[in-house]
């Protein structure tokens, strides 16, 4: 079957942990994908882990506790040993059993949750790393068809209302309240879908990044549906 990512320039596709951490941004470029084909159960583990709140991290203890089959346990194996390889990267990779995220409907004008399309930002330099096991998947978005929504003047006139400060103040308080992340994507846009099993690395902006960050969202939940998605 034909890879969907592989003709797409914002897309590097991959075939070891390796080549996908050591690989560098370039041009337009700015997502890394081990495309992978994973076998095992992860619906099982799924099932068997217990949501404890809307966001559940899920600790090695927990996974290891599980009784599991064998399609389950080829899971797990999969899923501590992606652990593991971003441990001991240096990373810092969080397991979540997730029902849903927190919303943000303060504001009718402007949303900055993660079901926005947004970009993550760092005072280091870092990569966010992304795989879902289970469930719904992120959408990334090429940043050609997409436009800053802190840029989009009825949006940006709202948001200087909102500030009621000193002009010289506006693009701090733009930052400070993560206005300045979130973008709208355009007409045109065709969003990618990361699908299931694949390990992902993302640009994010940083003082040293030499290539746009990438911008994402979060997908709406399927109903009754919880995801398994290993983030860092």
Not at 33 to 42: H, P
Not at 110 to 120: F, G, L, P
Not at 135 to 142: C, E, L, R, T
Not at 150 to 167: A, F, V
Request: with cysteine.
């Amino acid at each position: 079957m034909k890879n969907p990512f592989s003709d797409n320039p914002q897309i590097k596709v991959v075939s070891t942990f390796s080549e996908l951490v050591n690989s560098n941004f370039q041009g337009e470029m700015n997502a890394l994908c081990w495309y992978r084909n994973l076998v095992g159960d992860f619906k099982e583990i799924v099932a068997k882990l217990e949501l404890k709140e809307n966001i559940t991290e899920v600790s090695v203890e927990d996974l290891l506790a599980l009784q599991l089959s064998e399609h389950g346990h080829l899971a797990r194996e999969i899923i501590l040993s992606d652990i593991q390889l971003l441990t001991d990267f240096g990373a810092s990779p969080s397991l979540n059993l997730l029902k849903c995220y927190e919303r943000d409907d303060e504001l009718d004008f402007i949303s900055t949750d993660v079901y926005s399309y947004h970009i993550d930002r760092s005072p280091i330099e870092t990569d966010t790393f992304l795989c879902t096991y289970y469930g719904a998947a992120s959408d990334i978005v090429p940043n050609d068809q997409v436009e800053q929504k802190i840029l989009i003047p009825e949006i940006r006139e709202k948001l200087k209302e909102l500030h009621d400060g000193p002009e010289a103040e506006f693009e701090a308080f733009l930052a400070e309240y993560f206005f300045d992340l979130h973008y709208q994507p355009k007409p045109n846009a065709k969003p990618v879908n990361l699908g299931s099993g694949h390990l992902w690395r993302l640009a994010v902006d940083h003082p040293t990044q030499k290539v746009l960050p990438c911008v994402h969202r979060a997908p709406i939940e399927k109903d009754g549906e919880y995801r398994l998605l290993l983030i860092c």
